[in-house]
């Protein structure tokens, strides 16, 4: 991924927050008749290694996990706020024109080999630790244990665990870091004015990004 420096993080605590904020990753593999791509939740253990380890699933008939193996070269791809910004937001363009829309996003790569696992046990704990994650903030969490044993049983047959041992991690704040403070504040306002929830969250991401 090409990163200029303004827009670069490398720092563990924000990237992880980022991946742990937006589960769905597009895990990326190439394969013999070109690349694949799918998209999965992921649980991460940031002490499993030294970048983290990042856990999932597929359903059986999935053959991600029997191309995969034992382990193969993969990128998973987590992704941010992101929004649309208009020229029209910066006083700078008043003055001289030169101003043109770009896009403004958060993203985080995350490299590493992907093996297959095919355990139950390991699946069964897997799948408590991504419950326990994501039922959380619920009035009443929902736990396994609520459903019948031998239901959970016949839909444990029909999934394989999937794990990713990150090797790198790359990340990437496009938020407007190039432009002048009063460029920023141009932007910050045009997009809480959008009064949407995707356009406040950026809005939050220029806000706490300065320019390096």
Not at 37 to 50: E, F, G, K, R, V
Not at 53 to 75: D, E, F, M, S, Y
Not at 88 to 93: A, V
Not at 173 to 197: D, F, M, Y
Request: glycine share 8%; net charge neutral.
């Amino acid at each position: 991924m090409f990163i200029p420096p303004a827009f670069a993080e490398n720092a563990p605590a924000p990237l992880h927050a980022l991946m742990r904020a937006h589960p769905l990753a597009a895990v990326v593999i190439a394969r013999d008749d070109g690349l694949d791509a799918n998209h999965i939740p992921l649980y991460l253990d940031a002490t499993a290694s030294a970048a983290g380890t990042l856990r999932g699933h597929v359903a059986r008939a999935n053959p991600l996990w029997r191309a995969c193996g034992a382990g193969i070269p993969a990128l998973a791809i987590f992704r941010g706020p992101d929004a649309y910004i208009t020229p029209g937001w910066y006083p700078g363009k008043r003055a001289d024109g030169k101003a043109v829309p770009t896009w403004n996003y958060v993203t985080v790569h995350a490299h590493g080999r992907l093996r297959a696992i095919d355990d139950a046990q390991w699946l069964r704990a897997h799948l408590e630790e991504l419950v326990t994650e994501h039922e959380a903030g619920e009035a009443v969490p929902w736990k396994i244990a609520d459903a019948p044993p031998d239901y959970i049983e016949t839909l444990l047959r029909g999934i394989v665990g999937i794990e990713l041992q990150i090797t790198r991690l790359e990340g990437k704040w496009k938020a407007s870091q190039n432009h002048p403070a009063a460029n920023r504040e141009g932007v910050i306002e045009g997009l809480r004015k959008r009064g949407t929830c995707a356009a406040a969250a950026m809005a939050q991401v220029v806000r706490e990004r300065e320019p390096q």
